[in-house]
């Protein structure tokens, strides 16, 4: 059974940081595109960052890019999310998942309007909350 286990999160005062961390187990460890998605109550879920395991190539949704990092550390099945400079609006459920997309498609983010049938694999999430 593919599981992936979200940790790491927490409340923060704006400005502040926090690392989440993503552990997947029970399938082949070979590259595969893991991303970071996050949800707020009422509204639909977004991806926040991805990255081809093994290759490395990234991508970042706008609203992230210069304060977000993902990385993978070691093993392809895990995976890190380094959030700096946090803001309030950045307050959601963060979620890790694994998906099918080709290196340069989880570069591109051209997964993003269809990430359920992109993303097979998701963990059960790990709360980030941000005040001002």
């Known amino acids: 059974q593919v599981q992936l286990v979200e940790s790491g999160g927490g409340s923060v005062q704006a400005g502040g940081s926090l690392r989440l961390s993503c552990a997947a187990s029970g399938y082949t460890y070979v590259s595969k595109c893991m991303g970071w998605f996050r949800q707020a109550p009422g509204q639909e879920r977004e991806g926040v960052a991805a990255i081809y395991t093994g290759r490395g190539n990234t991508y970042y949704a706008d609203s992230v890019k210069g304060r977000f990092t993902i990385s993978q550390a070691g093993a392809r099945n895990t995976v890190y999310l380094q959030m700096n400079s946090l803001k309030p609006d950045d307050t959601a459920m963060y979620y890790c998942?694994?998906?099918?997309?080709?290196?340069?498609?989880?570069?591109?983010?051209?997964?993003?309007?269809?990430?359920?049938?992109?993303?097979?694999?998701w963990g059960q999430g790990t709360q980030v909350t941000v005040s001002s």
């Open positions: 998942a694994i998906g099918v997309p080709s290196w340069y498609d989880c570069a591109s983010g051209s997964w993003s309007a269809h990430m359920r049938a992109d993303f097979g694999y």
